[in-house]
C-alpha cells in the first residue's frame, strides 16, 4: 500500500523560509510526478507546484520566486521550501502523486494519492 | 489561469435523497482532464472521480460524473450518512491546475 507523509516545523516566523518533506512508503519515486497543495484553514485547494522524478519542475507562477522543489531518490523523498513566508502562508500542506498517462487516444491527468497533510503556522 | 466556480456552496438534503453538484469552468476543459474530489474534515483530499465521468478505484457506484467543455457536474444518487463532506472539482487541461472553491454536502 503506497503511503505518502509529510514532515517538517509546524512553526515558521515570518520572513523565515518553510521546509517540508514527503516520504513515500511502497512506491519508489521513479518514472512518477510528485505535488504540493495546500490548504488554508476553510478554504479550498491551491497547487504549488510538483517535480518529477528526472528533477523536472513546475511552479505555479503566483508562488514561483519563492518556491524551491527538490527530490532525493535513494531516500524515496521529495522536498518542499518556500522563503519569506508570512502569515498568509499559513496552511495545511499536503503532498500528492500526479497521475498523467494515456490510454485508448485519450490521456488523463490527476492527483490519485495523497499524505495527511501538516499544518505550519506562520507566527513570531 | 482557468477559475473553476462551484455551485451551490453547500447543500442540505437527506438520507436516500439525489446530490446534483456544478463546477463550472472559465475556459472550455477538456473531459479528460477533470476531477472530482472528497474531503471529510481533518482529512485528506480523496479522488472520486477522474476523466469527467470514471470512477476511482474503490469509489461506490452512486458517484457518478458529467459533463463537458465549461460544465460538468457531479451526481450522487442516493445521499448516504457518510457522504457528508466538501467536493472539488479540478481542472488540468492548462497550467497552473486550479480548483473549485467546494460544495458542502450536508446530511440532515
Known amino acids: 500500500q503506497v503511503q505518502l507523509q509529510e514532515s517538517g516545523p509546524g512553526l515558521v516566523k515570518p520572513s523565515e523560509t518553510l521546509s517540508l518533506t514527503c516520504t513515500v512508503s511502497g512506491e519508489s519515486l521513479n518514472n512518477a510526478y510528485w505535488a504540493w497543495i495546500r490548504q488554508p484553514a476553510g478554504k479550498g485547494l491551491d497547487y504549488i507546484g510538483r517535480?518529477?522524478?528526472?528533477?523536472?519542475?513546475y511552479y505555479n507562477p503566483s508562488l514561483k520566486s519563492r518556491v524551491t522543489m527538490s527530490i532525493d531518490m535513494s531516500k524515496n523523498r521529495f522536498s518542499l521550501e518556500m522563503s519569506s513566508v508570512t502569515a498568509a502562508d499559513t496552511a495545511v500542506y499536503f503532498c500528492?502523486?500526479?497521475?498523467?498517462?494515456?490510454?485508448?487516444?485519450?490521456?488523463?491527468?490527476?492527483?490519485?494519492?495523497w499524505g495527511r497533510g501538516t499544518l505550519v503556522t506562520v507566527s513570531p | 489561469e482557468i477559475v473553476m466556480t462551484q455551485s451551490p456552496a453547500t447543500l442540505s438534503l437527506s438520507p436516500g435523497e439525489r446530490a446534483t453538484l456544478s463546477c463550472r469552468a472559465s475556459q472550455s476543459v477538456t473531459s479528460s482532464f477533470l476531477s472530482w474530489y472528497q474531503q471529510k474534515p481533518g482529512q485528506a483530499p480523496r479522488l472520486l472521480i477522474y476523466?469527467?465521468?470514471t470512477r476511482a478505484t474503490g469509489i461506490p457506484a452512486r458517484f457518478s460524473g458529467s459533463g463537458s467543455g465549461t460544465d460538468f457536474t457531479l451526481t450522487i444518487s442516493s445521499l448516504q450518512p457518510e457522504d457528508s463532506a466538501v467536493y472539488y472539482c479540478?481542472?488540468?487541461?492548462?497550467?497552473?491546475?486550479?480548483f473549485g472553491g467546494g460544495t458542502r454536502v450536508e446530511i440532515k
Open positions: 500528492a502523486h500526479y497521475k498523467q498517462y494515456c490510454s485508448g487516444g485519450n490521456c488523463f491527468r490527476y492527483f490519485d494519492l
Open positions: 476523466g469527467a465521468s
Open positions: 517535480i518529477y522524478s528526472s528533477g523536472s519542475l
Open positions: 479540478q481542472q488540468d487541461n492548462s497550467l497552473p491546475p486550479t
